[in-house]
């Protein structure tokens, strides 16, 4: 079997270079794609010094043109990818009354446009080879979460938007399943505590105590629930939100 490809958006950092280098590890070449491709990296030197296949890749999600472009240099680079990971994404947190219009439209053009835009330039590969994998980044936040309508929305958003591609794309072989963290150390949280204006050390051991499990998560904690849907062991798993929050609850 020809080696499988995946793209890996928001890979520069956080859970989607863990993401990225887990794939890698089992076998995928990977497109590390994010905003700036000089960012991209580092991602892509620790995957390459395992001995992994992967091409740094710029490009803004949220634009269509940008998009298209990007696909078409994985399939020049490494061959037609039928693993999407939607995982680039933002927060502009804010309470209602003071959340900015461009606060929200900046938060759903990356995670629902973006999502929306490289699903949809993806599903034709998938669909010409009768196999694909698309796991989408959903949050615990999509539950509810003060400070984060623009964003809980996105998120909530993500798992219809889940469930909808898993109806239209399985019979072509490809599921379509969500990843659902909950408190995930990474420069996402790390901005949420200075926002907030909490000491790092603090905020962290005030969010563990929350959590069954007694620990923040990790974003290998993450990559390894992705590398799950992504398995060819997962095929007849689609449509599914897994939350990965260390217990039953936000
Ligand atoms: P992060 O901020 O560390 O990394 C996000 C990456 O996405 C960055 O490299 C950024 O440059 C990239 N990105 C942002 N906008 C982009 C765009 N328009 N086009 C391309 N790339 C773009 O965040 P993280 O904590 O690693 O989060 C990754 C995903 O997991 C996000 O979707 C986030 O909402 C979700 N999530 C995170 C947590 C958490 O606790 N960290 C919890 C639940 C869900």
Redesign the pocket.
């Given at each position: 079997m020809t080696q499988r490809v995946a793209i890996v958006?928001?890979?520069?950092?956080?859970?989607?270079a863990a993401t990225a280098q887990r794939l890698a590890g089992d076998g995928l070449a990977v497109a590390v794609?994010?905003?700036?491709e000089a960012?991209t990296k580092a991602t892509v030197d620790a995957i390459e010094s395992a001995g992994g296949n992967a091409l740094g890749v710029g490009?803004?999600?949220?634009s269509p043109e940008a998009v298209e472009a990007a696909v078409e240099r994985v399939v020049e680079g490494l061959g037609a990818p039928t693993v999407l990971v939607n995982?680039?994404?933002?927060?502009r947190d804010n309470l209602l009354f003071k959340m900015t219009e461009s606060d929200w439209d900046m938060v759903m053009?990356?995670?629902l446009r973006?999502s929306f835009l490289m699903s949809r330039a993806v599903q034709k590969h998938m669909v010409a080879a009768g196999w694909g994998r698309i796991v989408n980044?959903?949050?615990?936040?999509a539950l509810g979460n003060r400070g984060q309508a623009n964003?809980s929305a996105a998120?909530a958003g993500l798992q219809g938007f889940t469930k909808t591609l898993a109806i239209e794309l399985g019979k072509f072989g490809v599921t379509v399943n969500c990843v659902?963290?909950?408190?995930?150390?990474?420069?996402?949280?790390k901005?949420t505590a200075e926002r907030i204006g909490q000491d790092w050390e603090v905020y962290v051991a005030a969010r563990a105590a929350e959590i069954p499990v007694a620990r923040a998560?990790q974003?290998e904690d993450?990559a390894n629930t992705v590398a799950f849907f992504v398995g060819e062991g997962a095929g007849f798993v689609s449509g599914q939100v897994i939350y990965v929050a260390g217990g039953p609850r936000t």
């Open positions: 958006t928001g890979a520069a950092r956080g859970i989607g794609l994010d905003l700036d960012a490009a803004d999600v949220s995982n680039a994404g933002i927060t053009n990356v995670h973006g980044l959903s949050s615990t936040s964003y998120k659902a963290p909950g408190f995930i150390v990474s420069d996402m949280t901005a998560g974003v993450i």
